[in-house]
């Protein structure tokens, strides 16, 4: 019971509950948090630098994971996952307590997100370990789809869990610590997952000698006995050469490998960039060109995706991935961008039900982006990379990732103040948005194009 495929997956997702939570939880409620903990900042500038201080301290954790999501994959590779994960645990548990009893500090709050980014690698070391766990292609679809189903579930808990957490204990009377109930929580859960990992998860097995792979090895590694084949409509596997690796060692800065990586890296720019931007849009007042929405208002409006996504993970994903392929479903999803984010720069301009019909449909259309586009990138990565390298492609592949949700928070955050202050209105924070997706559609179609057959002349 505790050794099969399925259950030591579960197992391996359990170590990602506390972070999956705390990110959603505390996406909403930064701006909050942080107009509280801006006591250096006189009362008539803190809406004028709210902003890029969101920006900073949404960044922060992602500044230190520019580097150690590359340790932590290549050491789990050497050591075993199940000692980072214990490790990541430990720590996420310990700042996010401390992040709950801090009131008055900015810079405690900064140190403690930058702590959790220092040891914030689980996500980067499950992806691996999830590949290793399922060694089929059918397998790994079916993992990788639990795997944001599992962001998707805790993003509508965690930011109706926050909100309500946050309201009660400003009506209780327990405003000095507003944030404690919901830190707590976090806190609570890193203590249970630890618990869980150490007693429940094993170590999954690896190819330790790590021989060279053949094109046909590769692809029968991913097949198993149930006679999942290439023809099945579960998930394909590609046929090009440049996904499936040729008789020759791993190279990590391959093309093969690095433009899926490339293609991960925007879609995490363009995620960051908005999961910064809309508690800013929402929670700002209407004179700085917010909709000026209650901690509650803003956790709910947040969970609509989440919501949106999880409905998409569970029913439509994987289906519109089989279907189109990798390629072409990352191309969909993020043209999808394109409309939400047009919706989202007009919302200031709506009132009475449209207001919330806007948010709902902008926010479903990012649910959707964000379902189909990170199960097609991470496909891609999985599909060109053998096995037992997979903890160091992901783990540079997080380390790309990281640099852009480090850059993304402060030019969302930039964007918003420039928004705010009138001059180009609030629809200016979201055009990089649209940037970004003709972008990513323009760099997969060039990126996956067959090159030219050399021409051959006859030589005097």
Not at 67 to 74: A, D, R, T, Y
Not at 79 to 97: D, Q, Y
Not at 187 to 206: D, G, H, I
Not at 369 to 390: G, H
Request: proline share 5%.
């Amino acid at each position: 019971m505790f050794t099969t495929s399925e259950a030591q997956t579960f197992y391996l997702l359990a170590a990602l509950v506390p972070e999956a939570l705390m990110e959603n939880m505390l996406a909403p409620l930064v701006p909050y948090m942080v107009r509280m903990l801006s006591t250096d900042v006189p009362a008539d500038r803190i809406e004028a630098e709210i902003g890029g201080r969101v920006g900073m301290m949404t960044a922060v954790f992602y500044f230190p994971l520019l580097l150690m999501n590359i340790v932590w994959g290549s050491l789990s590779d050497r050591i075993g996952r199940k000692p980072v994960l214990l490790m990541g645990l430990f720590f996420c548990g310990l700042t996010t307590l401390i992040l709950g009893i801090n009131t008055t500090s900015f810079t405690v709050a900064i140190m403690c997100r930058f702590l959790a980014g220092v040891f914030g690698g689980n996500s980067a070391v499950a992806k691996g370990a999830l590949g290793e766990i399922n060694k089929t292609e059918k397998g790994r679809s079916w993992a990788y789809a639990v795997y944001s189903q599992l962001y998707a579930v805790f993003g509508i808990i965690g930011p109706l869990l926050g909100g309500f957490l946050v309201s009660a204990s400003r009506s209780s009377g327990a405003s000095d610590y507003p944030y404690l109930a919901a830190c707590g929580v976090g806190a609570a859960l890193s203590v249970v997952s630890l618990a869980v990992s150490y007693f429940l998860f094993e170590e999954p097995a690896r190819n330790i000698e790590r021989k060279p792979e053949t094109k046909k090895d590769y692809k029968a590694s991913l097949t198993d006995a149930s006679g999942v084949t290439d023809s099945e409509e579960i998930m394909k596997v590609e046929d090009d050469d440049h996904n499936i690796p040729a008789e020759v060692p791993f190279t990590l800065f391959s093309w093969a490998v690095c433009l899926p990586i490339l293609l991960y890296v925007l879609i995490a720019f363009a995620n960051m960039y908005w999961v910064t931007v809309l508690p800013l849009l929402f929670s700002s007042k209407l004179e700085a060109g917010g909709l000026g929405f209650t901690p509650l208002d803003t956790s709910f409006a947040i969970s609509v995706r989440a919501i949106s996504k999880l409905f998409f993970s569970t029913f439509v994903s994987r289906g519109v991935v089989a279907r189109l392929g990798s390629k072409h479903a990352y191309n969909l999803g993020m043209a999808a961008i394109i409309p939400a984010s047009y919706i989202l720069g007009i919302l200031h301009s709506i009132t009475g039900n449209e207001l919330w019909i806007g948010v709902s449909v902008s926010m479903a259309l990012l649910g959707f982006v964000e379902s189909v586009v990170y199960l097609s990138v991470m496909m891609m990565i999985s599909a060109s990379v053998p096995p037992a390298y997979l903890g160091v492609a992901f783990g540079f592949s997080s380390t790309c990732a990281a640099a852009m949700r480090t850059i993304a928070p402060p030019l969302s955050g930039y964007g918003w103040e420039l928004a705010s202050s009138g001059v180009y209105g609030p629809w200016s924070a979201f055009a990089l948005l649209h940037i970004v997706a003709v972008l990513s559609i323009g760099a997969a179609v060039i990126g996956f194009l067959e090159p030219p057959a050399p021409v051959k002349t006859k030589m005097e």
